[in-house]
């Protein structure tokens, strides 16, 4: 079973994210599925199992740790007693992660993200996020890996014109409390990006369509605290950037959405 890396709680909104790492799956997947990748695929239950049976090993493995993170996520919250106790987490028809009946009062209330090497998810059980009869609350992670080093680093320039407009990215320059070099500027990049992805997955539950990056806006304050604004009149968004002590390479941020 793969180990938890990080456990973080979230000040505002009693949220908890959980991080485990992913199994090293053998680069260029010429060989058998990987021991790591068999025990922790293992470690799924039948019906979940059967959902990834004909990914790609890479894909198996990081839609079992995102599970796994998830089963972590709802012990360390205290919906259940362990990971034994959750059951197969399904799949909708849009991609997001379904709660066993026993646990559908959540079923806005969490979230799941990852990466090749690292997965996470959120957990949110405060009372106004738990409700069995309107749907009113959705929640959404996400993280990214700032590429310290190697070709992706010089991507970022590419990347910030497709998902911000050029009002934030003026923004994202005025706003910083120093000039920003080009390390900050591509973190503050990320930070951006990856709250957009996160507060894609709160927002389609509701709206059950694609919603651009340029469709939605978002400002951070100095404080990590993030405030959207989404293009569906009746909704309103917040999120928040974590700092991982330990993974400093590690962009992780959250959005919850609102109805009304
Ligand atoms: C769906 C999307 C947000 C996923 O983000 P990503 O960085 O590619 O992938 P992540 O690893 O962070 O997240 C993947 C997990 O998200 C969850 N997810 C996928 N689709 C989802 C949806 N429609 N609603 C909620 N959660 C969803 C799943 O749990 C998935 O993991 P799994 O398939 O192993 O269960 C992204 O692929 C996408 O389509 N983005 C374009 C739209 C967008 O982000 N717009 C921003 C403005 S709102």
Redesign the pocket.
Known sequence: MTRSLAVLRLAHGGGTVVLVDVPAVAAGLGVPVPPALESLLATLPADERAICARWAPKRQA??AA?RHALRLALVEAGVVADVDAVGAIG?DD????VLPEHLAHLRRAV?????DSVAGALVVVDSASVDTSVDTIAV?C??ELDPVSGRDRHSMAGLARQVLSPHELQALVDDAQQPLDDVSHRRAVLERFSL??A???G???FVRR????L??GVHIDVDGAALFTVPDAGFTATGRVLVVPTMPTVVLTTARVQRG
């Open positions: 990081t839609f995102g799949r849009r991609g997001a992660p979230s799941i993200t990852h990466k959404g996400d993280l957009k992805e507060l894609y997955k927002l389609d539950p694609y919603v651009g990056f469709e939605v």
